[in-house]
């Protein structure tokens, strides 16, 4: 621009110094020695108008290398700077990434933290003594120790005697002193009874009767009792024992049951 601006002076400068030269020969005011002399300084100054044009021009050319590089190197910046911008967010997606990975594993842990737990609950929960009542009597027992006298007195209830005596025989065994020692003489007196040992059945009820004269069932291992006696054709036994029951326990069931089936012993 600078360049453009400079041309039309130096146009106006040569017009000047033809313009004079002109003026002079019209004139007839100089000499050769003198035109030649005009002519030199009309040189000298086209030479610096050149001169001082070529110098804008260098400047000019110098500027807009100055400008590209400026511009080159800007675009450059900005191409740096945005190839950091896609590497930072490559990172911040693995971050993220990473870090709802991190979320899903604390979450599955946090999961099978609660199902371990919950798992050894469920196992303390079946290892701690339970509270049970059996025929009035409430008592604290181990949990396997109800399993296995629960299950005895099932059988029984399904008819199969021969395993119910094997059951409540091995639970005597296994637990001695046991607070259901009580029920597991009179069912097994009931067991033996079923499967038509009325030997055994009568020496398991007898023992009942005798460790547990105030159990609520003793009226009824009487009655059972007699008609073991009576099975195996001990017709007198059976009427002492029925004697027994009603003396024993004369507002019982049992009792009222004793009087019918002494009407009935021959």
């Not at 621009?1 to 002109?22: D, E, H, K, Y």
């Not at 030997?199 to 007699?226: C, N």
């Amino acid at each position: 621009m600078a360049v453009a601006m400079f041309r039309p002076a130096v146009a106006a400068a040569l017009f000047a110094g033809s313009l004079g030269l002109v003026r002079l020969a019209h004139a007839g005011m100089f000499d050769d020695e003198e035109a030649r002399k005009a002519i030199v300084d009309l040189r000298n100054r086209v030479t610096a108008v050149e001169d001082a044009l070529k110098a804008r021009t260098a400047e000019a050319a110098t500027a807009n290398a100055q400008w590209t590089e400026q511009v080159g190197a800007l675009r450059g910046s900005l191409l740096d700077l945005n190839n950091q911008l896609e590497v930072m967010r490559g990172e911040i997606a693995k971050l993220r990434g990473h870090g709802e990975q991190l979320t899903r594993e604390l979450a599955d842990l946090q999961r099978r933290q609660k199902d371990t737990a919950q798992a050894a609950d469920e196992r303390l929960r079946k290892l701690e003594p339970v509270k049970v009542t059996i025929d009035g009597k409430e008592f604290v027992v181990e949990q396997d120790e109800r399993r296995a006298y629960e299950e005895a007195v099932g059988v029984i209830r399904n008819g199969d005697f021969d395993k119910a005596v094997a059951l409540l025989g091995a639970f005597q065994r296994r637990y001695l002193g046991s607070s259901y020692t009580d029920s597991t003489r009179f069912w097994l007196g009931n067991a033996l009874y079923g499967k038509r040992d009325y030997k055994e059945a009568i020496s398991a009820f007898r023992t009942f009767v005798t460790g547990a004269a105030d159990h609520p069932r003793a009226p009824e291992a009487l009655l059972f009792l007699a008609n073991s006696q009576a099975e195996m054709k001990d017709a007198k036994a059976a009427r002492k024992t029925l004697d027994e029951l009603q003396k024993a326990y004369p507002q019982s069931e049992a009792a009222v049951a004793a009087k019918e089936r002494l009407a009935t012993l021959k």
